[in-house]
């Protein structure tokens, strides 16, 4: 598996398999399907507390080595995510011991804020209404993120589905760059001015929904029914 080297000088494999869904498969079948993408390859795994999804992957990981399908929890690389909630500097910590509890880890290769607002407690999905927003301190916050990293429980620390205005302002303050920014981006929305921002950085942009988010709630169809990708493909 081709990986490339983060501004924390840990490595990453470029190709990863994400474990959001509309309609999660039900926690054995989620594990059972996570192992079989051990055993074919996967060693980068994506998710957050938002996908539910954190404990299945526990429980793959926990039997990948109980099969002895990978020798050492070192062997995979495993990101997840501050949900908006626990978007402030005191419950950063507390949010991501919990994603570990979950896991059944120790510690995590990258963990990434998960959107750039913060959200009240309690607040459900992504219902990002205006009465649900709170204001969003984003230095207390990062500030946060790098203590999780000083202390071994997060490798690598970044963000998702930020533009350059708001990595600019964490970029003025932080001790710890963002390693990842983890956006959409596909052949239809190729995040141009955003890459360019990020490589002049030292940031890696990471894709999710690299084939579109056709099928959700916000998504299009504008690259799984392109007639030049089929005519490609």
């Given at each position: 598996m081709e990986v490339v080297t983060l501004s924390s000088s840990h490595k990453m494999p470029l190709i990863g398999l994400g474990t959001s869904a509309s309609n999660l498969?039900?926690?054995d079948v989620l594990a059972s399907a996570l192992v079989e993408a051990i055993e074919v390859g996967y060693r980068h795994f994506d998710t957050a507390v938002i996908y539910g999804s954190e404990e299945s992957l526990g429980r793959a990981v926990a039997e990948a080595l109980k099969r002895q399908i990978i020798k050492s929890r070192d062997e995979l690389f495993i990101t997840s995510?501050?949900?908006?909630?626990d978007a402030d500097p005191s419950l950063v910590l507390p949010a991501l011991k919990k994603t570990l509890g979950r896991l059944g880890l120790e510690y995590l290769d990258l963990y990434l804020i998960h959107w750039p607002v913060r959200m009240k407690e309690g607040t459900h999905g992504y219902n990002m209404t205006k009465e649900c927003l709170l204001e969003f301190d984003i230095k207390g916050t990062w500030e946060a993120m790098e203590e999780c990293s000083k202390l071994g429980l997060a490798?690598?620390?970044?963000?998702?589905?930020?533009?350059?205005?708001?990595l600019s302002q964490i970029l003025q303050f932080c001790a710890i760059p963002p390693a990842v920014n983890q956006v959409e981006m596909h052949?239809?929305?190729?995040?141009d001015?955003?890459?360019?921002?990020?490589?002049?950085k030292g940031i890696h942009v990471s894709a999710w929904s690299p084939l579109a988010?056709?099928?959700?709630?916000?998504?299009?169809?504008?690259?799984?029914?392109?007639?030049?990708?089929?005519?490609?493909?």
């Open positions: 498969p039900p926690p995510k501050l949900w908006c909630s490798k690598s620390i970044g963000v998702s589905n930020f533009g350059p205005k708001k052949v239809a929305w190729k995040q001015k955003l890459r360019g921002f990020c490589k002049e988010s056709n099928g959700s709630a916000w998504g299009s169809m504008a690259v799984m029914a392109s007639p030049i990708l089929k005519e490609i493909a």
